[in-house]
């Protein structure tokens, strides 16, 4: 890549004598999109990295999306961020799950091309002029009058910025484990974190530990696929970005095997190597994401659980083995693998393993994900307590977007629980002390039928627009389709199919029948007519040849209205506590008749609002009713 070195002179002095708008350190999924959304908006970032090769690494299973996450993939995209549209450029196999289920539920899963997607993302942040790599490690934060001024890395340089993004991943004071001995290192093969903890801790802020880990990646080529169920990609595919031009790939399976009782037993009579039973590792693992250790001991009643085998790429014959992360001693780990149909001969490439990592317990952190005790610092990703490229790659995208609200004395981006899934994300890791590493579940959301991957467009672009990530044209085709899907509604309202006995002759092959002639819109509300059968039913319908993502939401919007009418009331229900605010400076200490816990919850998260205090863990709805009789009679002012 070339610069003009006159158009961009001031950029590299600036560079040369060490001077950012933002500095980002980590180079994960989630620094990834916060250094694409600060540049793009006009700020000169430094993005840090431990490991230059490894940019936006999926050190875990290489895939994206699933349930609830890919809802937060397609808000990304809507907001103008970036994981989708690479997502969509490196895919494997793209198949949506729970088809069977409402739209609430249903999700579309990626299986990428490891090494493709890092490049690819990488490639896009070097084409950004206002982005500046930096192999390093930052070991120390900077402040003047608890704002952020800088931070120096492990060679005593120093960096000068009014704006830091901490998304250090599973790095920081990490220490891998394999059976009983481990060392230290954020991943494997790559150095861990060093310092940067200290640091936070001299500055006031409350560390804590977490664990996650990995499965054992096997050389395909000794693998039996003959014994394995296979599992192909979907025929008619579906895309993350709502951008058009999305690169059709050819599709490669995965394949399902199983593990016995076998298994199990080689498990069970080495749980003393194990350095979580052993009592070697003291953090909390993910409870949704567990180590196959932990299934067999949690759920010993399952004679067997599901190991889908997925490939890592085209360039590699390395295949991931999902649902079999381990701490367990490598030969151990040999015999296990070994015992799965398909796998009798199976060569491990590179063995499971557990990490611990330091994060920093997001309760001190605000909605714009900048932290309550210096200005100018954020924190996305792991760091906060989350699991998962979606999760982090969502609050990197909102964190790179307020440095430059920040810095600019613009009003922050903090996006309400009843908007996306990103703010409920957001909202539960500000309000509630995470101990463990947090996921992304629809079940998270009350407002699930309302926040569906489907609408992230109608729900975000707008946002997206505002803030200046989501350009004019991208814009207008959201405003074209938003017109089409509102024509395509009234125009089902308007048609109307005559009973006729060749209407009925079709029907019937669906188990449906009519009497009288109906309108399409009442017809699409039953439960055994869509799309694809309307357009048997109706040659305008087959004419018009709507896209698939117009069609199924005037499906969802059509058949689901009732429902999503009652939702949508209760957003307006809970909006009124929203409406409640609480002032910054209010001592609750001098509140009366709430129990000292609630005191001493409020007083750590110090909400914003009465909602925001409702969701407190701890909070007792008549410590809530106190709180709010006193905001109402003004005995607490601002």
Not at 430 to 448: G, N, Q
Request: glycine share 6%; hydrophobic share 35%; with cysteine.
């Amino acid at each position: 890549m070339y610069y003009n070195i006159n158009l961009y002179y001031n950029y590299f002095m600036d560079y040369m004598n060490n001077k950012f708008d933002c500095i980002v350190v980590g180079a994960g999924h989630a620094g990834c999109e916060a250094a694409l959304a600060s540049a793009r908006l006009g700020l000169k970032t430094l993005l840090c990295s431990l490991n230059m090769d490894n940019i936006a690494l999926m050190p875990c299973n290489p895939a994206i999306g699933g349930p609830a996450k890919s809802t937060l993939v397609r808000e990304i995209d809507a907001l103008g961020g970036q994981m989708g549209i690479t997502a969509d450029a490196t895919y494997l196999q793209m198949k949506t799950l729970n088809m069977s289920k409402g739209p609430a539920v249903r999700a579309l899963r990626a299986q990428s091309d490891k090494k493709e997607y890092t490049q690819y993302m990488r490639n896009v942040i070097q084409e950004n002029e206002n982005i500046f790599l930096k192999q390093c490690c930052i070991s120390q934060l900077l402040t003047k009058d608890d704002k952020i001024i800088g931070a120096v890395d492990e060679y005593g340089i120093t960096y000068s910025s009014p704006v830091v993004i901490l998304t250090t991943g599973t790095s920081l004071e990490a220490k891998i484990w394999v059976g009983l001995n481990s060392y230290p290192a954020g991943r494997l093969g790559e150095m861990p974190a060093r310092g940067l903890s200290k640091s936070l801790l001299d500055l006031g802020f409350t560390i804590k530990r977490l664990k996650t880990g990995t499965p054992q990646r096997v050389d395909s080529r000794t693998i039996d696929y003959s014994k394995m169920i296979i599992q192909n990609g979907d025929d008619e595919l579906s895309f993350y970005s709502f951008r058009p031009d999305r690169p059709i790939r050819k599709q490669y399976p995965c394949y399902l095997t199983k593990t016995n009782a076998k298994t199990h037993e080689i498990i069970k009579a080495n749980l003393d190597k194990s350095p979580m039973y052993s009592g070697l590792i003291h953090a909390i693992g993910p409870r949704y994401c567990p180590s196959i250790e932990d299934k067999i001991v949690r759920f010993a009643s399952n004679p067997s659980h599901h190991i889908f085998v997925e490939p890592e790429g085209l360039s590699t014959y390395e295949v991931y083995i999902q649902g079999f992360s381990s701490s367990l001693p490598a030969d151990v780990q040999v015999q296990m693998v070994r015992t799965l149909p398909g796998l009798e001969k199976a060569h491990i490439i590179k063995p499971a393993y557990a990490v611990e990592y330091d994060y920093v317990p997001a309760v001190q952190n605000s909605h714009s994900l900048m932290t309550k005790r210096i200005k100018g610092l954020f924190m996305a990703g792991q760091i906060n307590g989350t699991s998962g490229y979606e999760e982090a790659a969502a609050q990197g995208l909102i964190a790179g977007i307020n440095a430059f609200n920040y810095l600019n004395n613009s009003e922050m981006l903090e996006l309400s629980r009843s908007s996306s899934y990103i703010g409920t994300l957001i909202d539960d890791l500000v309000t509630k002390d995470i101990e463990e590493p947090y996921r992304m579940l629809t079940s998270r959301s009350e407002y699930r039928l309302l926040l569906r991957q489907d609408n992230a467009d109608t729900r975000l672009s707008e946002i997206g627009h505002k803030v200046g990530l989501l350009d004019e044209t991208q814009y207008n085709r959201y405003l074209q389709k938003q017109d089409t899907i509102k024509n395509e509604i009234q125009r089902l309202k308007d048609t109307k199919l005559s009973a006729t006995a060749k209407t009925n002759e079709i029907l019937e092959k669906y188990g449906e029948h009519i009497d009288k002639g109906i309108r399409l819109s009442e017809l699409i509300k039953r439960p055994n007519v869509d799309y694809k059968l309307l357009k048997e039913l109706d040659a305008a319908t087959k004419t018009l040849d709507l896209p698939k993502e117009v069609y199924e939401q005037v499906e969802i919007l059509i058949k689901y209205d009732g429902y999503l009418k009652r939702q949508e009331q209760q957003v307006d229900n809970a909006g009124k506590l929203e409406k409640i605010k609480i002032p910054k400076d209010i001592d609750y200490s001098q509140i009366g008749h709430i129990s000292t816990e609630t005191r001493e919850m409020l007083e750590k998260i110090r909400p914003t609002t009465l909602a925001q205090a409702s969701r407190i863990g701890g909070v007792k709805p008549a410590d809530l009713s106190v709180l709010m009789v006193m905001l109402e009679k003004h005995m607490i002012h601002s």
